[in-house]
């Protein structure tokens, strides 16, 4: 809104910061942090009320998870709302690719939120029927692919290679669709521990708000050898937004955690950065730099599989933190060396760029 407002009436001076993706995405980050911030009490308060019991805890989990009992849930509602009021002041609301990213943002909230609410209303922390969920998952994320393809090409661009691209043709639509909705679903895998996904979200969001604006540059892109994609640089205020947001939620998601994200964030946080990757045309960089969400999503996969054609477990308890969990590690040991993996993942992922 301000960025159209500057435009329509050619600000001069300080006014006219607002014409700049960089200034923006500073302001966005702020904006969203304090929002985060000064609603959080009332939020976290308002929850506990409505909810009663809190999240349910699962009794098979780790025991040390029985005394977060109720521990309100749904604070992906903060995240959102913080993001999405940042959002509107500073993002050029005329571009397809901020439109496909709220698109996702809001609608896997939504589908979190329905899942949440399921889980709270009738404590059990089962939630919707993993198909339906899948099913709206991939209705939402099959619009915005459709969005973000009608600005782009439909390559595959290969990171560490200058030009090398894998013509995907029609297939690039289902492809852009499993990439927001895996991405969606491992960040909501791996947020089982108090700021475990709050904090490698804001790392990649980070990462792709440097990745997005200089794809968005043809200068910088040309003299990196990365695809230029026209409009991409505008997400990366939408990066800083979720940075902003997302701090501002770890200041209460911090051990012991006075809310959870629930569904209604990690999923709408995943897709989102799913949707950026796509946006940006850096999807397989997104598998790198989230290459933490990628771990925890495929240990849960190999536990299923295995103990269906076995009977026998891989890990002590998936998805992977909680194997750490059973094998001795404090929560926050777990939390922490989880993270400091995230930052190598993303400095790997930074690399990407000049290696081409």
């Given at each position: 809104m301000l960025y159209l407002i500057a435009e329509w009436f050619h600000f001069e001076g300080l006014l006219n910061l607002l014409r700049y993706q960089s200034f923006r995405s500073g302001a966005a980050l702020m904006t969203a942090l304090f929002i985060g911030l000064l609603i959080g009490p009332k939020f976290i308060s308002m929850l506990r009320v409505r909810q009663g019991k809190g999240q349910p805890i699962r009794e098979d989990g780790p025991q040390s998870h029985l005394a977060k009992r109720g521990?309100?849930?749904?604070?992906?509602?903060?995240?959102?709302?913080?993001?999405?009021?940042?959002?509107?002041?500073?993002?050029?609301?005329?571009?397809?690719f901020v439109w496909a990213c709220v698109a996702v943002t809001i609608g896997f909230g939504a589908i979190g939120f329905m899942d949440d609410y399921d889980?709270?209303?009738?404590?059990?922390?089962?939630?919707?029927?993993?198909?339906?969920?899948?099913v709206l998952e991939f209705v939402v994320a099959g619009i915005a692919a459709w969005l973000i393809v009608s600005q782009l090409n439909t390559n595959l661009y290969v990171p560490f290679l200058?030009?090398?691209?894998?013509?995907?043709?029609?297939l690039y639509y289902v492809f852009a669709a499993f990439v927001i909705v895996g991405a969606g679903n491992a960040v909501n895998l791996t947020d089982g521990l108090d700021g475990l996904a709050t904090m490698p979200v804001i790392i990649a969001a980070g990462t792709f708000a440097i990745i997005c604006y200089l794809a968005g540059r043809h200068d910088y892109a040309a003299y990196l050898g990365i695809p230029h994609v026209p409009g991409a640089g505008e997400l990366a205020i939408f990066c800083a937004g979720i940075m902003g947001a997302g701090l501002a939620f770890l200041w209460f998601n911090a051990p012991p955690a006075a809310v959870f994200m629930g569904d209604t964030g990690s999923l709408a946080l995943g897709g989102a950065l799913g949707a950026i990757a796509v946006s940006a045309h850096h999807e397989i960089v997104l598998a790198v730099v989230g290459g933490l969400f990628v771990l925890e999503a495929v240990s849960v996969i190999v536990q299923v599989f295995w103990f269906k054609r076995t009977g026998r477990r891989v890990f002590r308890m998936a998805p992977i933190h909680h194997h750490f969990e059973q094998k001795g590690w404090k929560e926050s040991t777990v939390v922490i060396r989880f993270w400091i993996i995230s930052i190598v993942l993303a400095v790997i992922g930074l690399s990407t760029l000049k290696l081409r």
């Amino acid at each position: 809104m301000l960025y159209l407002i500057a435009e329509w009436f050619h600000f001069e001076g300080l006014l006219n910061l607002l014409r700049y993706q960089s200034f923006r995405s500073g302001a966005a980050l702020m904006t969203a942090l304090f929002i985060g911030l000064l609603i959080g009490p009332k939020f976290i308060s308002m929850l506990r009320v409505r909810q009663g019991k809190g999240q349910p805890i699962r009794e098979d989990g780790p025991q040390s998870h029985l005394a977060k009992r109720g521990t309100p849930t749904m604070g992906g509602l903060m995240i959102l709302t913080a993001l999405v009021l940042s959002m509107l002041l500073f993002m050029d609301m005329s571009n397809p690719f901020v439109w496909a990213c709220v698109a996702v943002t809001i609608g896997f909230g939504a589908i979190g939120f329905m899942d949440d609410y399921d889980k709270v209303s009738k404590s059990s922390h089962k939630g919707l029927s993993s198909k339906i969920r899948l099913v709206l998952e991939f209705v939402v994320a099959g619009i915005a692919a459709w969005l973000i393809v009608s600005q782009l090409n439909t390559n595959l661009y290969v990171p560490f290679l200058s030009g090398r691209y894998i013509p995907l043709g029609p297939l690039y639509y289902v492809f852009a669709a499993f990439v927001i909705v895996g991405a969606g679903n491992a960040v909501n895998l791996t947020d089982g521990l108090d700021g475990l996904a709050t904090m490698p979200v804001i790392i990649a969001a980070g990462t792709f708000a440097i990745i997005c604006y200089l794809a968005g540059r043809h200068d910088y892109a040309a003299y990196l050898g990365i695809p230029h994609v026209p409009g991409a640089g505008e997400l990366a205020i939408f990066c800083a937004g979720i940075m902003g947001a997302g701090l501002a939620f770890l200041w209460f998601n911090a051990p012991p955690a006075a809310v959870f994200m629930g569904d209604t964030g990690s999923l709408a946080l995943g897709g989102a950065l799913g949707a950026i990757a796509v946006s940006a045309h850096h999807e397989i960089v997104l598998a790198v730099v989230g290459g933490l969400f990628v771990l925890e999503a495929v240990s849960v996969i190999v536990q299923v599989f295995w103990f269906k054609r076995t009977g026998r477990r891989v890990f002590r308890m998936a998805p992977i933190h909680h194997h750490f969990e059973q094998k001795g590690w404090k929560e926050s040991t777990v939390v922490i060396r989880f993270w400091i993996i995230s930052i190598v993942l993303a400095v790997i992922g930074l690399s990407t760029l000049k290696l081409r």
